[in-house]
């Protein structure tokens, strides 16, 4: 069974209500806020913890939670019916600024998370502008991270491994790809990153040991005077 909730009706209506709650609610942030990605994203990320659950299918909806802690995966997250699990993970991207490149999730994470067929980790990506003291909602995507292409995604030196995307001005979407396919995809690429790691790592041990060398024949002396 598949989730009813990425079906082209249910998910195109999630996105739209997102879009309309954000563009008819004012005054969120303070005109000095607007100015700040940080205090932007994280008004919009507050507003749609608090409305989001009334856009999904009330028949699926089982569950809703949006406590959750800072560090958790998600910013909130849901359970249908069907028995699927959804954390959701809110993103915004200032369409004025040339570059951003959010992380999404631990690959080390991701791949647990994923050994429940039932699990999704799921993207609630809202794109904005700011105009006269108000944001502007341009567009929203909301759909699982399988369905970003790997074209658009790349991994960042971060523990395991940070799986990013590379640049949120091009984000490339592909919702006939599979979890299978995906998940593939990614297992080659980190059998990629982890040796090109291990290079940048034996060549900072042998940084560190000519400057081991070079302390080694300096003079030992206290910076205190007697």
Not at 7 to 23: A, L, R
Not at 94 to 118: C, I, K, Q, W
Request: proline share 2%.
């Amino acid at each position: 069974m598949r989730s009813k909730i990425f079906t082209q009706q249910m998910y195109s209506s999630i996105e739209e209500c997102v879009i309309q709650t954000i563009n008819s609610s004012y005054n969120i942030v303070n005109d000095n806020s607007l100015k700040s990605p940080r205090a932007v994203g994280d008004a919009i990320q507050q507003l749609l913890e608090e409305r989001f659950s009334s856009f999904l299918p009330q028949k699926l909806l089982k569950e809703y939670n949006s406590a959750f802690a800072r560090r958790a995966m998600a910013d909130f997250a849901f359970q249908d019916n069907d028995g699927f699990c959804y954390v959701v993970d809110n993103k915004t991207h200032n369409m004025e600024t040339a570059f951003n490149m959010p992380n999404l999730t631990s690959v080390e994470r991701l791949s647990r998370f994923y050994e429940d067929y039932h699990n999704y980790f799921t993207l609630l990506i809202v794109a904005y502008e700011t105009s006269k003291s108000r944001i502007n909602a341009n567009y929203c995507h909301f759909l699982p991270i399988e369905h970003l292409s790997w074209s658009c995604l790349t991994i960042g030196a971060l523990g395991w491994g940070q799986i990013q995307i590379a640049n949120s001005n091009n984000i490339i979407i592909d919702r006939a790809q599979t979890r299978k396919s995906w998940m593939l995809s990614l297992c080659d690429r980190l059998a990629e990153f982890y040796p090109k790691e291990i290079a940048k790592i034996h060549s900072r041990i042998s940084h560190f040991e000519k400057i081991k060398e070079y302390w080694l024949q300096q003079e030992d002396y206290s910076v205190l005077l007697n």
